[in-house]
C-alpha cells in the first residue's frame, strides 16, 4: 500500500532563511507524482509543486525546490528565503500515475508539517 | 485565480438538516473529483472519489447514504450531507482534476460545517 511519511510535526525557521521540510514515501508502483501543498489557516490547500518519478532533475518553482532521491524514496521539500507568509500547513502527498493497475489518481497525503516563520 | 469553486465555505446548521455542498471546476472539465475531509490538526482523508456520469467510490467506513454525492456533469460535483448530526461537523474539502493527465489536483476552498 502507498504511504507519506512526514516525521516533523512542527518546524521553526528564521525570516529570511531557508528550511527543509521532510517527506518519505512508499509505493511499489513504478510510476506515481509526488506533491507538495500548503495549507494557511483558512483552509484552502495550494498547490506548490509536482515531482514526477521519472522526472531526471528536481522539480524548482521559485522559493520552492524539491530534493527527490529516489533510491530513498524521499521528496523533501526546500524553501529558500523564508517568508512570515509562509507560516502554514504543509502537506506531502503522492498520487499514481494513471492508467497503471485501475488508480483513479487519488492523493495519498502525510499527517502535514506546522511551519512557523519568525520575524 | 481559483480553477475550483467550492460552495458555501461556512455553513452553521441545526441537527437534522441535510445539507449540500457544490464543486465546480472553472476552466477545465474535471472528470474526476475527490471529497476531503478534515478534522482539526489533522491530515485530509478521502471520502469519496466521484467520476462524471457514474457513481461515487467510497473508502471504506464512509457511509454512502449519509454522505450523498453526484457528478452530474463534467464541471460539477456536489456532496450532500443528509440528515446531518453534530459528529459531522468538519472541515469538507473536494478537488479536482483531467483523469489521465499529470495536472496537480486544484482544491476548493473548502466548507466549514457546524451543527449544532
Known amino acids: 500500500a502507498q504511504k507519506i511519511t512526514q516525521t516533523q510535526p512542527g518546524m521553526f525557521v528564521q525570516e529570511k532563511e531557508a528550511v527543509t521540510l521532510d517527506c518519505t514515501y512508499d509505493?511499489?508502483?513504478?510510476?506515481?507524482?509526488l506533491f507538495w501543498y500548503k495549507q494557511p489557516s483558512s483552509g484552502e490547500m495550494i498547490f506548490l509543486i509536482y515531482q514526477g518519478s521519472y522526472d531526471q532533475q528536481n522539480a524548482t518553482e521559485g522559493r520552492y525546490s524539491l530534493n527527490f532521491q529516489k533510491a530513498r524514496k524521499s521528496a523533501n521539500l526546500v524553501i529558500s528565503a523564508s517568508q512570515l507568509g509562509d507560516s502554514a500547513m504543509y502537506f506531502c502527498?503522492?498520487?499514481?500515475?494513471?492508467?497503471?493497475?485501475?488508480?483513479?489518481?487519488?492523493?495519498?497525503f502525510g499527517k502535514g508539517t506546522k511551519l512557523s516563520v519568525k520575524p | 485565480g481559483a480553477v475550483v469553486s467550492q460552495h458555501p465555505s461556512w455553513v452553521i446548521c441545526k441537527s437534522g438538516t441535510s445539507v449540500k455542498i457544490e464543486c465546480r471546476s472553472l476552466d477545465f472539465q474535471a472528470t474526476t473529483m475527490f471529497w476531503y475531509r478534515q478534522f482539526p490538526k489533522q491530515s485530509l482523508m478521502l471520502m469519496a472519489t466521484?467520476?462524471?456520469?457514474?457513481?461515487?467510490?467510497?473508502e471504506q467506513g464512509v457511509e454512502k447514504d449519509k454522505f450523498l454525492i453526484n457528478h452530474a456533469s463534467l464541471t460539477l460535483s456536489t456532496l450532500t450531507v443528509t440528515s446531518a448530526h453534530p459528529e459531522d461537523s468538519s472541515f469538507y474539502i473536494c478537488?479536482?482534476?483531467?483523469?489521465?493527465?499529470?495536472?496537480?489536483?486544484?482544491f476548493g476552498d473548502g466548507t466549514r460545517l457546524s451543527i449544532l
Open positions: 466521484s467520476n462524471e456520469g457514474s457513481k461515487a467510490t467510497y
Open positions: 502527498a503522492m498520487r499514481d500515475v494513471m492508467n497503471y493497475g485501475g488508480s483513479q489518481g487519488n492523493l495519498i
Open positions: 478537488s479536482a482534476y483531467d483523469r489521465g493527465s499529470n495536472q496537480p489536483q486544484h
Open positions: 509505493t511499489s508502483d513504478p510510476s506515481y507524482g
